[in-house]
């Protein structure tokens, strides 16, 4: 390797430079560094040791260029190796001159360069979430033979989808020759300070982002009424849903159907966060109108809150 080689891998990933498992899933949220170590760990591969061929795969071949493509070409500059390699940009080949090792990259949609290519040694499956399980057996079924050195694919993606295969085949159900590594961006040293920002504006549209980008764990369905008709009395109330005197009370009222129901609630916000709390239901079972609504609720809290208070429709 070259002397002005500087590598630079964050601790959460650098054990993994010695693991030779066959499987490498690398998992977690966005800006964590996934992709860049993998580009990493598949460069020190290349210029380290011989008789290699790497793969790297996307599920669409154009996809290819903007995301591995660019990562590998940066990763080898930053370690100092940009003349060691010839590349050739039309068939985003990667060659080391002094070992001869490659590393190519095809998408699974361009059948006849992949059927082109053999001794793959080594994989890596950027996006893996993309594949269905059956394309994952056909790249499983192309690392085989013997080598000289160890066989791997490297998965690396976001948990979007906890029904995803990948989490019954490597997660459920781990097999012993796989590794296995969640990380987010708290594990990037190297992440700046704007796209901490933009992550946390993206996690803020819904909790399944949040989730999944932000947080690094298996996202779920979105439901989108997923509170209709999954009220549970003993599950969604607690000591803390109660009237809070002085505080204002939002009286959130569905008058279009029969029962006229209206919830009451307190929101607030503190440095936990925002607080969501309904504390009643006043129901009027048959042709209850406004008036007798607004009646029911001064009756049962008083002319002092109903004058602290704010009356939304029921899409609160």
């Known amino acids: 390797m070259s002397q002005q080689a500087k590598l630079r891998v964050n601790d959460a990933f650098y054990h993994l430079l010695y693991d030779s498992n066959r499987y490498e899933i690398l998992y977690g949220g966005s800006g964590s560094g996934k992709s860049v170590f993998a580009s990493q760990k598949i460069i020190l591969r290349t210029v380290g040791e011989e008789k290699h061929r790497f793969l790297c795969i996307r599920k669409v071949a154009n996809t290819l260029r903007s995301s591995v493509y660019q990562i590998l070409i940066d990763c080898i500059s930053d370690l100092g190796l940009r003349s060691e390699f010839e590349i050739n940009k039309t068939e985003m080949r990667f060659t080391h001159k002094p070992t001869g090792n490659e590393i190519l990259l095809a998408g699974l949609d361009d059948v006849e360069r992949l059927k082109s290519i053999a001794g793959i040694t080594s994989i890596w499956v950027e996006e893996a979430t993309e594949l269905n ?184």
């Open 133 to 316: 399980e059956s394309d994952f057996d056909q790249i499983d079924l192309r690392l085989r033979g013997e080598t000289v050195n160890y066989k791997q694919i490297i998965l690396s993606f976001n948990p979007i989808d906890e029904s995803h295969w990948l989490k019954k085949r490597f997660f459920d159900n781990k097999p012993d020759n796989s590794t296995v590594l969640k990380t987010t961006f708290k594990d990037n040293h190297f992440i700046d300070d704007e796209y901490r920002t933009v992550l946390e504006q993206k996690a803020s549209v819904s909790p399944n982002l949040y989730r999944i980008y932000y947080l690094g764990e298996w996202g779920k369905e979105d439901i989108q009424r997923p509170y209709c008709q999954n009220f549970n009395r003993e599950k969604h109330i607690s000591d803390l849903a109660v009237f809070i005197p002085n505080m204002t009370v939002y009286f959130s009222l569905d008058f279009n159907v029969e029962p006229f129901v209206c919830e009451a609630s307190h929101i607030w916000t503190d440095s936990k966060g925002m607080h969501f709390h309904t504390f009643d239901e006043v129901v009027i079972e048959k042709n209850g109108d406004v008036p007798e609504m607004c009646d029911m609720i001064e009756n049962s809290y008083g002319m002092k809150v109903v004058s602290n208070a704010i009356f939304t429709g029921d899409a609160m």
